[in-house]
């Protein structure tokens, strides 16, 4: 991870959110892809393709995939395109939190900073996880359990923001440069 400079952090004046409700804006932006994209995206797919039970079983090569960019590819999207936009997705507007770079403390996020934060946070977390499902499903079932573990890891990554001081930052926001702040605090 990228060392914290020597002395206080320019982002430490800033009201940097708690892991509570930065937990509640990625369950809200979560349901609300996941449940959009199965909705939409999976009857496609089924349509065009079916599944044959007797060669792949439920889990056919096309369904993995179609699992893979509704939990990774489209929350990378969705994520990316709010926070270059915005700095801040569905969720958390709703809970009232907000996206900013760490030094300069407070600092609207350049794109590139955007799209690479969502992409650890989506795409990067995820591949573990979709690895080990795909090695379980084609390959040995053991791998299934390895998959667990990945998500164990994928809790930890954001779980960081509990204890890391004195930015409350989470594995993702330590490689972009990034804290989220709390827009409901008064701030300068």
Known sequence: MPPRPAGPHPAESLPLAA?????????????LVWAGGFAVLFPIVLASIGVNKEEDGVWSTPVLWTTF???AVIPFLYEAIQLAVWGRTLGK?????????ADPAGDALPITTAVYRAAINNLGYMLGIFLFLLLGVKVWS???FLMFVAAA??????A???WD????QSIHDRYAGTVVVDDRAEWS
């Open 165 to 168: 001081r004195p930015l409350f």
């Open 142 to 144: 053991f791998f299934i």
């Open 93 to 101: 507007r709703q809970v009232g939190l907000r996206v900013v770079l």
């Open 69 to 71: 960019i509704v939990v």
């Open 160 to 162: 960081w923001s509990v």
């Open 19 to 31: 892991f509570r409700p930065r937990a509640l804006a990625r369950l809200i932006d979560a349901g």
């Open 153 to 158: 890891g994928v809790f930890m990554a954001y």
